[in-house]
């Protein structure tokens, strides 16, 4: 069993950053693969970005090159730092963690967290 909490979000203006962080328990955080996926409103949940076990790093097109994921296995959490933010980016991010092959898959992950809000003004 993985219990996830995330903090970081907020209120941003178009152009800033937001650094996100997931907390994770559980001895065998180190051998998941861990995600970030998001909801805007009415829409459905995607993919952002995902960190395998062995660092490996995913990323959705629409993030590439101004969202970098990372982890700190000694802390058992997970980050994601957000540049350049845009409007389109305002979401409840999620975090997950899973084992699936499929990275960007909701359905490679079976423990998520509440979520954390991220609202991008203009």
């Known amino acids: 069993q993985v219990q996830l909490v995330e903090s970081g979000g907020g209120l941003v203006l178009a152009g800033g950053s937001l650094r996100l962080s997931c907390a994770a328990s559980g001895r065998t955080f180190s051998s998941y693969a861990m995600g970030w996926f998001r909801q805007a409103p009415g829409k459905e949940r995607e993919f952002v970005a995902a960190?395998?076990?062995?660092?490996?790093?995913y990323y959705a097109d629409s993030v590439k090159g101004r969202f970098t994921i990372s982890r700190d296995n000694a802390k058992n959490t997970v980050y994601l730092q957000m540049n350049s933010l845009q409007p389109e980016d305002t979401a409840v991010y999620y975090c997950?963690?899973?084992?699936?092959?499929?990275?960007?898959?909701?359905?490679?992950?079976?423990?998520w967290g509440q979520g954390t809000r991220v609202t991008v003004s203009s």
């Open positions: 960190i395998n076990w062995d660092l490996g790093t």
């Open positions: 997950a963690a899973g084992r699936g092959f499929s990275k960007s898959d909701i359905r490679s992950y079976a423990y």
